[in-house]
């Protein structure tokens, strides 16, 4: 049986995509690189990576921020992708130990279709990775000139966590969301990806609808927020604008299903009963 030249190169490609092992330290990396390659490449990963369901098969070397060397080196992986260790001399120790690390920058909506295709790169999936960038940045595009026509936009209030209160400040990731979904970001006044706030400061400003994006103790965010001395007044609590129990996993992170956490808050700021 006779086997065209282009054959060869794809079986080629294909034992050698095989023959990488990459060990991913975050989930944004692990949905991008199983957005590119399934899950043919991946040697490891974090407990916090938990999408796509196939990766329960992939071996743990630790948490977020915190892999463990010791496993790391049993793998004896092709490269580590990483955006954010704990103690950042680890990259150091590993680099030490001749292992190839690479840190992805993935924390901005454009760092995504960038960190796709140097992932794709990285890992022998360089078309693969090229395409769902430029599918990603296109959608991007789309939606950022449907934003531009927006003239009328709901004050929007994000709360990430309640104890302390910390929300989304100008150009994080979550302002850039909010504002292609159709919102304004209250916390745009403040230059920081996430800060503390003082629930008098969310008051002061009034939004019209609150995301709440974390699981209170009763399982319900809005019951902490509207059991607020004087939040009962502020608008989104009066109109009933509160919206919790969203999947973080779309809203939250900068990977390659970012597209549909933009929508879910789009589609929730059209439902708001806005006055």
Same mark, same amino acid.
């Given at each position: 049986?006779?086997?065209?030249?282009?054959?060869?190169?794809?079986?080629?490609?294909?034992?050698?995509?095989?023959?990488?092992?990459?060990?991913?330290?975050?989930?944004?990396?692990?949905?991008?690189?199983?957005?590119?390659?399934?899950?043919?490449?991946?040697?490891?990963?974090?407990?916090?990576?938990?999408?796509?369901?196939?990766?329960?098969?992939?071996?743990?070397?630790?948490?977020?921020?915190?892999?463990?060397?010791?496993?790391?080196?049993?793998?004896?992986?092709?490269?580590?992708?990483?955006?954010?260790?704990?103690?950042?001399?680890?990259?150091?120790?590993?680099?030490?130990?001749?292992?190839?690390?690479?840190?992805?920058?993935?924390?901005?909506?454009?760092?995504?279709?960038?960190?796709?295709?140097?992932?794709?790169?990285?890992?022998?999936?360089?078309?693969?990775?090229?395409?769902?960038?430029?599918?990603?940045?296109?959608?991007?595009?789309?939606?950022?000139?449907?934003?531009?026509?927006?003239?009328?936009?709901?004050?929007?209030?994000?709360?990430?966590?309640?104890?302390?209160?910390?929300?989304?400040?100008?150009?994080?990731?979550?302002?850039?969301?909010?504002?292609?979904?159709?919102?304004?970001?209250?916390?745009?006044?403040?230059?920081?990806?996430?800060?503390?706030?003082?629930?008098?400061? @969310?008051?002061?400003?009034?939004?019209?609808?609150?995301?709440?994006?974390?699981?209170?103790?009763?399982?319900?965010?809005?019951?902490?927020?509207?059991?607020?001395?004087?939040?009962?007044?502020?608008?989104?609590?009066?109109?009933?604008?509160?919206?919790?129990?969203?999947?973080?996993?779309?809203?939250?992170?900068?990977?390659?299903? @970012?597209?549909?956490?933009?929508?879910?808050?789009?589609?929730?700021?059209?439902?708001?009963?806005?006055?």
């Amino acid at each position: 049986m006779l086997i065209s030249c282009s054959q060869q190169k794809d079986n080629i490609a294909h034992t050698e995509s095989r023959s990488v092992k990459v060990i991913s330290l975050a989930p944004s990396i692990t949905e991008i690189v199983c957005a590119i390659s399934g899950t043919n490449v991946l040697a490891g990963r974090t407990s916090a990576c938990d999408y796509p369901p196939e990766i329960k098969y992939i071996p743990i070397i630790g948490g977020f921020g915190t892999p463990s060397l010791e496993a790391i080196l049993k793998i004896e992986p092709s490269v580590i992708l990483a955006t954010d260790l704990a103690d950042p001399s680890i990259a150091h120790q590993m680099t030490a130990l001749g292992l190839h690390y690479e840190h992805i920058n993935c924390k901005k909506l454009d760092d995504i279709p960038f960190a796709i295709e140097l992932i794709g790169q990285l890992i022998g999936y360089e078309a693969q990775g090229k395409e769902l960038a430029e599918n990603i940045r296109a959608e991007i595009t789309t939606l950022r000139a449907r934003a531009e026509t927006i003239t009328n936009r709901p004050l929007v209030y994000a709360e990430i966590w309640h104890d302390p209160i910390m929300t989304a400040g100008k150009g994080s990731f979550l302002s850039d969301i909010i504002h292609l979904a159709g919102g304004k970001n209250i916390g745009d006044d403040i230059e920081k990806d996430f800060f503390q706030i003082d629930p008098e400061w @969310v008051i002061s400003r009034n939004p019209d609808i609150i995301f709440c994006f974390y699981m209170s103790k009763d399982g319900s965010a809005r019951s902490t927020i509207a059991a607020r001395p004087g939040w009962k007044n502020v608008k989104a609590v009066s109109s009933s604008n509160v919206f919790d129990g969203l999947d973080n996993n779309l809203v939250l992170r900068p990977g390659p299903r @970012v597209i549909e956490g933009i929508k879910i808050i789009m589609q929730k700021i059209q439902s708001a009963n806005v006055k």
